[in-house]
């Protein structure tokens, strides 16, 4: 790596008279703090302003030396002469070079610099930069996006990984029709108000619920989770500690404040509502903030912000939680598909928080439990794969799937009304994850003793409930004797003439 840096250096007083102390000056600091191939530069333009010219490799980036450099100065020089130094400091350009682990299919372009790449060789230019940008950290997360983003471009397009870990026997299902369009047409359930949002009427509600209950008594209350309820409104510092805001921008439900509640201020948008019986949206935008938060997207965030910089007592570990309040919001755009793929959907989360041996017992008595009500109670088509993000098998973190500790496994079930069931595409009805130190981390969680992981699962009801209709119809009568011991026949619903 390479780091060139060309400042501006103003001086307080004219340095003419004292070159030759300053020449020393410089020297003296080169020997001490630079390597092999690395120099800096001084000189003198007019009489109140140094050109300062770092350039080193790795280990001496030239934006670390700079705040060195400075000091030095007001040690030196400034105390001697009486001359300040750097205050206001420019820097009219900094280059910085670096080597690619591979040619870029494509050019890469980042905020602040711009980005030249001649086959492995990297080199990113900012100019006019302020000190204080240097002294953020960005250089580092710049060079990181740009390694990244040539990572990415290999992989785009390639699918997930994934391998198969378990799979159920095939079972004959009772129809091949879309539950979706089957209870629209019976008023179970209605589409909207807005997209991928549903309401349910009384059936298919008794469905949802049932599978909640059956989540809680079989699942969740047997291995002893305990239930907490929090915000469905998550602030933006919490994505940004969990990285969804970088992850996800595009999906979130976005939430903004209004600016006051002082009704005065709000008065001309109500009178143009009251008048033209419409929104208003250029009123409108003049008395609601820029959002500042979401709406759920996943519950564990906030589970995790809940513990932020706490010290959890060995006796309360491994921590068993789950919500079932919050509602996600998701943007799912073209994907929308029935009550499977919705923009808002009602999802239980358990998180569990623990020692690395005390998680993988969670996973395994979770796995245990979860194969009960899939295979005992629901009687489904079903398997288990370990799927894990590339970004994560290629950071190191994952290897070979089912040996490791961390990574994700997702529960897929055949739908029936796709098609064949070696050529139709199954759908993911939940998975559970293990994620090692990422959020205890990001959150700062600690044990008085024990080395914390964390973890989750995510148990979507609505695509419990069109898995288990997929496979086994809508006519109570022929569901399996598990599942009826929880729901045997449906509410009567309201009949529209
Ligand atoms: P997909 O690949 O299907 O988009 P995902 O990887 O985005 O799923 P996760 O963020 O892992 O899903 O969420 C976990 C669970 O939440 C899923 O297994 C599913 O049960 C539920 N879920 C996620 N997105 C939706 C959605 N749009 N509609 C209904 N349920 C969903
Ligand atoms: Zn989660
Ligand atoms: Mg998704």
């Known amino acids: 790596m390479r780091f060139n840096l060309k400042a501006d250096f103003p001086l307080s007083g004219s340095a003419v008279s004292i070159r030759q ?44 030396l700079l705040p060195r450099f400075k000091k030095a100065w007001s040690l030196e020089i400034s105390k001697k002469h009486h001359i300040a130094g750097g205050r206001g400091i420019k820097i009219r350009e900094y280059k910085i070079e670096f080597e690619l682990e591979k040619e870029p299919l494509k050019d890469i372009s980042i905020p602040f610099a711009d980005v030249i790449i001649q086959g492995k060789n990297a080199k990113i230019i900012l100019k006019d930069v302020s000190e204080e940008f240097l002294r953020k950290n960005y250089i580092d997360r710049m060079i990181a996006l740009v390694k990244e983003k040539v990572k990415n471009q290999y992989y785009e397009g390639k699918g997930e990984f994934w391998k198969l870990i378990w799979e159920s026997d095939e079972k004959k299902p009772v129809w091949t029709k879309d539950p979706t369009e089957e209870m629209s047409k019976l008023g179970w359930l209605k589409q909207g108000p807005t997209k991928g949002k549903w309401f349910y009427q009384p059936q298919a509600t008794a469905i949802l619920k049932a599978m909640e209950e059956i989540a809680i008594k079989e699942v969740l209350e047997p291995l002893g989770f305990q239930e907490i309820i929090e915000s469905h409104i998550v602030p933006f510092d919490i994505w940004l500690k969990t990285g969804h805001l970088e992850g996800m921008p595009a999906e979130f439900y976005y939430v903004a404040e209004p600016k006051t509640r002082d009704v005065g201020q709000w008065e001309r948008f109500i009178d143009l509502t009251k008048i033209t019986k419409e929104v208003d949206f250029d009123e409108l935008q003049k008395n609601v903030n820029i959002p500042n938060a979401g709406i759920c997207y996943a519950q564990c965030p906030v589970i995790y912000w809940s513990f932020k910089g706490k010290t959890i007592a060995e006796k309360s570990l491994p921590v068993l939680v789950y919500d079932r309040t919050a509602i996600s ?155 009826k011991n929880y729901l045997k026949e449906l509410p009567k619903g309201i009949e529209f003439l």
Request: include cysteine; charge should be negative; charged fraction near 30%.
């Open 21 to 64: 102390d300053i020449d020393k000056f410089v020297s003296d600091f080169a020997k001490k703090v630079l390597n092999e191939n690395e120099k800096i530069s001084w000189n003198l333009k007019g009489e109140k302003v140094g050109e300062l010219d770092i350039d080193t490799g790795g280990t001496n980036r030239a934006h670390n």
């Open 329 to 483: 919001g998701r943007y799912e755009s073209g994907g929308r598909h029935g009550i499977e793929r919705v923009d808002e959907f009602h999802r239980i989360e358990p998180v569990y928080i623990g020692t690395r041996e005390q998680l993988l017992e969670v996973r395994d008595k979770l796995l245990e439990r979860y194969k009960h009500v899939f295979n005992n109670i629901f009687d489904l088509e079903w398997r288990m794969a370990w799927v894990t993000p590339w970004y994560m098998q290629q950071a190191g973190k994952i290897g070979d799937a089912i040996t490791q500790d961390t990574g994700t496994i997702d529960f897929e079930a055949y739908m029936p009304y796709r098609g064949d069931r070696k050529k139709s595409e199954w759908l993911e009805f939940q998975n559970l994850s293990i994620l090692g130190d990422k959020y205890v981390k990001a959150f700062n969680v600690k044990a008085q003793k024990s080395t914390l992981w964390s973890g989750c699962s995510g148990i979507g009801l609505e695509r419990w409930t069109t898995t288990f209709l997929a496979q086994k119809g809508l006519d109570p009568t022929k569901w399996p004797e598990g599942f």
